[in-house]
């Protein structure tokens, strides 16, 4: 295999990532368009960072409620090393120590802990915390200033049974979609809030608040953009090259939320097909067949390792000749929750 490199094709771009790989003669070659930034957000890190040190600290077990992020391949590293997944409080043992998912979870998860005397860790993303705490203070006025929520997200997810979690049952109404918004009729349409999952649709949501806009002119939006930098990020990335692309493979779990959500980004903004591939193994290479131009991207919760696995196979099947289109650089990080902040 031969390596290298060559002057950039396309701005942005990191023309030190720009590259060609060729692995013998009659090869078919393929160009790969890799969307930057992709993969882990600061949030996920964070969350990785939390059991790995609460292992480091007290050593193996330690218990995760729910999956720490929605990726396989992160869960089994962390398995690997100690870590016992659960999904509720009471498969904890009296003596364990716990940490919450990055997620988020309803207030009476840690009420259950401390009931317990569990020691436990929140490992929640500070950005969804954010939207924990502006649901709280739209909630928090009473009388003539309480606002009831209507939430933007999917049913089920975790972030959202977590937000919703924060306040009384019936405070908050969950709007899936479009269509729900148009018909949602709240009892008090003047003392209205709305918040947003953070990693939904960016154009999605906008539809949706513009529907909830027009049809209730006081609600109250977040002071700041509830959808986190990185699912923005990752979707502007992926609309970028979407165009060029005779496939998008999104390198993403299943239960993951910005994954799926990059896949279909894709689809819409031009691909002519998107799939969303939780690792190599799972990889149908039939998908491939008359493709020229692939664009690669990978969810917030996939390590960059699936991406290099996944370009290492290619490299076996067809001369590659790598794009790297960055549209925005990332550098933001979040610091440890106590009580790990003071050593970490």
């Not at 992926?238 to 496939?247: G, Y």
């Not at 990978?298 to 076996?316: D, F, H, N, R, Y």
Request: charge should be negative; aromatic fraction near 4%; hydrophobic fraction near 40%.
């Amino acid at each position: 295999m031969s390596e290298e490199t060559r002057p950039a094709t396309s701005q942005p771009a990191n023309p030190a990532a720009d590259r060609i790989i060729t692995t013998g003669e009659g090869r078919q070659a393929l160009r790969l368009l890799l969307a930057g930034p992709r993969g882990f957000c600061a949030g996920v890190d964070r969350a990785i960072r939390v059991v790995e040190e609460a292992l480091r600290r007290y050593g193996a077990p330690v218990y995760v409620r729910h999956e720490i992020v929605h990726n396989r391949t992160v869960v089994e590293g962390l398995e690997a090393k100690g870590a016992i997944f659960v999904e509720e409080l009471d498969e904890v043992p009296a003596d364990g120590h716990v940490v919450f998912s990055a997620h988020g979870v309803p207030k009476s998860v840690p009420a259950e802990a401390e009931r317990r005397n569990l020691l436990y860790l929140d490992a929640t993303c500070p950005l969804v915390s954010k939207v924990h705490r502006e649901a709280e203070r739209h909630f928090a006025g009473g009388g003539e200033k309480q606002r009831h929520i209507l939430m933007i997200g999917h049913a089920g997810h975790p972030e959202v049974v977590g937000t919703m979690g924060q306040l009384p049952p019936g405070a908050v109404t969950l709007i899936n979609d479009a269509k729900e918004a148009s018909t949602v009729e709240p009892a008090e349409p003047d003392k209205l809030a709305f918040i947003t999952q953070t990693t939904l649709s960016v154009d999605d949501t906008a539809e949706i608040v513009e529907i909830l806009r027009k049809r209730f002119p006081q609600i109250e939006g977040p002071r700041r953009e509830d959808i986190c930098y990185a699912t923005t990020n990752r979707q502007m990335a992926v609309k970028e090259l979407a165009p060029e692309c005779d496939l998008v493979i999104v390198i993403g779990s299943p239960n993951s939320s910005n994954s799926q959500r990059l896949r279909e980004v894709a689809e819409r903004s031009g691909a002519k097909k998107a799939l969303l591939v939780p690792k190599v193994s799972d990889m149908e290479w039939n998908e491939l067949e008359g493709v020229k131009t692939l664009g690669m991207s990978a969810g917030a919760s996939a390590p960059e390792s699936l991406v290099q696995e996944m370009i290492t196979e290619l490299s076996k099947r067809y001369d590659l000749h790598i794009e790297e289109r960055i549209v925005k650089e990332e550098n933001i990080n979040f610091r440890l929750p106590h009580p790990l902040s003071d050593e970490a």
